[in-house]
């Protein structure tokens, strides 16, 4: 697979920041905690990935703008580009030993996602996607899952926790998809979750209440691994309304269907 300047670049960012992360979590008890909020962790290991990753794009664009998790929002001069960066998707997991997480960093060109990289470094699968060149893992074309019928699939979603986002919809709409599927997952990784939607693991995920940095990369790659993606309503808001459905041409249509139901 042949990659521009600009993916290799991403891609040598996040294995770095990964290779990183892969040896904090080796020594995770030593690591020194702080609260960001209820249930909400960051670590030494998150802004030390982050700094990585910053440092790496800065250096080969430093007029791009730059949309981090933990630093926040830095304007560009440049104006049409700006990178959307999670240094560590899963914190919680990567805290509690499931390793389950990765770094997530997506390029915007004047408002649309036209490259994507996602790794999880436990695991060692790189996902990469550039607008209008597919979507791979270490390499190998990705397609989303071709199934139809929504009692042989699998779904992937995110469920709130302790002090953050609205409880009583989640149950709602879980109990509404619970009985239609073969299985609902919560894996704690959004951006992994569309990976896997893009790679044929999930057939569909839903979540709400995500940030652009945790779905901006996973966008990419479902769409470019020929699967469908839009926010709750049926639109192309995902950042707006902070919420997001994925899937094949059919799970995504009935996974709509689905949490429509759920809101009646």
Do not use: C
């Given at each position: 697979?042949?990659?521009?300047?600009?993916?290799?670049?991403?891609?040598?960012?996040?294995?770095?920041?990964?290779?990183?992360?892969?040896?904090?979590?080796?020594?995770?008890?030593?690591?020194?905690?702080?609260?960001?909020?209820?249930?909400d962790f960051v670590s030494q290991?998150?802004?030390?990935?982050?700094?990585?990753?910053?440092?790496?794009?800065?250096?080969?664009?430093?007029?791009y703008g730059l949309l981090m998790e933990e630093s926040g929002e830095i304007e560009g001069t440049d104006g049409q580009h700006r990178w959307i960066i999670d240094p560590l998707d899963g914190t919680t997991n990567f805290l509690h030993g499931i390793p389950i997480f990765g770094v997530s960093i997506a390029l915007e060109r004047a408002g649309q996602i036209v490259a994507a990289v996602i790794y999880n470094p436990i695991m060692d699968e790189l996902y990469t996607a550039e607008k209008g060149a597919g979507a791979f893992c270490n390499d190998r074309r990705l397609r989303v899952a071709a199934r139809k019928d929504m009692t042989d699939c699998l779904i992937g979603t995110g469920i709130p926790f302790i002090g953050v986002g609205d409880h009583g919809r989640a149950l709602k709409e879980i109990r509404h998809v619970m009985g239609e599927v073969a299985g609902i997952r919560r894996a704690g990784a959004a951006a992994l979750d569309l990976a896997w939607v893009a790679s044929g693991r999930l057939d569909a995920f839903w979540e709400n209440g995500l940030h652009p940095w945790d779905m901006a990369a996973g966008v990419l790659l479902v769409r470019e691994a020929g699967g469908f993606v839009s926010d709750a309503n049926g639109k192309d808001d995902m950042f707006e309304t902070r919420s997001i459905i994925a899937g094949n041409e059919f799970t995504h249509l009935q996974m709509r269907e689905l949490l429509a139901k759920a809101k009646a």
């Open positions: 697979m042949a990659r521009t300047a600009l993916l290799n670049v991403m891609v040598q960012a996040a294995t770095k920041a990964g290779r990183s992360l892969a040896r904090d979590f080796g020594e995770i008890e030593n690591l020194q905690v702080s609260r960001k909020g209820p249930g290991a998150d802004h030390k990935a982050e700094k990585i990753v910053r440092e790496d794009l800065q250096k080969a664009r430093p007029t």
